[in-house]
């Protein structure tokens, strides 16, 4: 690193392209998506980054950019640990396109005060052309936490256009009584007022998933006159799970309608929405893994980004789903594609290509007279996930077996309106599997099987069901 507060290295050396639908530097730990702009025809993905080991610490802001979502490039790392507000490191924040030109990022600096503690305030750094060298803000920290507040965190800043200012929304939570947004104000994305509470714990009726002592990561996603806040559960430092909240904006504070998961699946955190995508909304997040530590620095890596997530508002804005972006089902790649399998209670197995290829597979099932069809995903002979449809309790099942590695076995849950029919994308590729529904609920899974002799089981319990039609597409 040549200098601590700007980065000058040279901005191709070493590098290679990484062709790969999950984004991840070839070495190191990454934890949470930030910054993700699309600006200048290209989308930029940084993250949470640990260059040197595949241990989360020393929190640098990695950067990957793509110019079709489906293939990424690496590039040289963006923001580094300094020797100011940031001296531990360079969390958790977003980037916005600057009206006259370049980009600034802002991100949450940390410094070391106690065993689990940190300083952390609100620091920026600017860009411009291809990201890849950026500026610290000689005024950092540009917000340090509300005083007098027992605050359990101060975290992860978000800005959004609002009318002729900026708003900011930042993560907190109060001791002893839960999450907080604070929200900030801007006329010049350079100097900030404090403009009150954005939500509180106390003013979300959630009687499914539990909100926790910390919010973390906050994210207002708005499109077609609707919206939503994102955010990821933290709780006595355990990362819980995600949720959406929909509801709306009045007078600077959000006023919540309903509470969702946001991805039921084991292996999901810190999702985050980019910005420069006009009234579309793209979503990333973190699949963190599901091995042992010592599994994940015998690798020499740990962690990945999700594949991208078209966010759309349904039910006159009530449900936020998430899809497989346009982006993916229109790559060029090989396919093939069956119809009108008859589904019984004797397996039928559809092989899948034995290349290591990210797979987008579209399946659509009619229920007929079962009660119950499974999907096996199997490699060398062995299942390492199974998805099964429970039509009459509206449920998908998703369960993956524990193993030497150290991943934790389980199932979880997805609810599924439709009892006669069900589609789904499966987004296949190495260690993840990306489950979509056709009613916007997604389930994000790390499972470690071989990569030989991949094949999709599928059986069905109580009387015949159809394989309407399966897709199974090479994207890279
Ligand atoms: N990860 C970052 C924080 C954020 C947390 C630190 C969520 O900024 O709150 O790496 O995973």
Redesign the pocket.
Known sequence: MSSPDSLTQDATEGLTAHGTLHPRPRRGWI??P?GLIQFEGSYHVFF?HNPESAE?GA?HWGHMVSSDLVAWDERPIALAPGDGPDAD?C???CAIEEPNGGVVAF??G?CVTGEKEWR?TVCAARSQGDLDIWVKEPANPLIEAPEGLDLV?F??PFVWQDGDRWSMIV?SGIRGVGGRIFRYESADLTAWTYAGEFLRSEDVDSPGPWLGTMW??PQLVRRDGHEAVLL?I?DEHR?LHTVVITGRTEAGRFVPNGVEVLDYGHNF??PAVATGTGNRQLGWG?APEARSPEAQVNEGWSGLLTAPRELQFAAGGVRLIQSVPEELRRAPGTSSSQENLAISNAPRSVPLTDADSALMVTVRLEAGRSSQVELRLESDGVTYLTIAWDRYKRLLLVARPSTEEGTEGGAIALPVDDTEAIELDLLIDGTIVELFTSEGRVSTDRVYPPLHRRQLTFTSLGGEATLTSIVIRELS
Do not use: K, M
């Open positions: 934890n949470d930030n949470q989360w929190i490191g969390w958790s924040g991100y949450t940390v952390q965190g975290r992860d993560g973390e990561c990821s933290h990362l955190y810190a973190w």
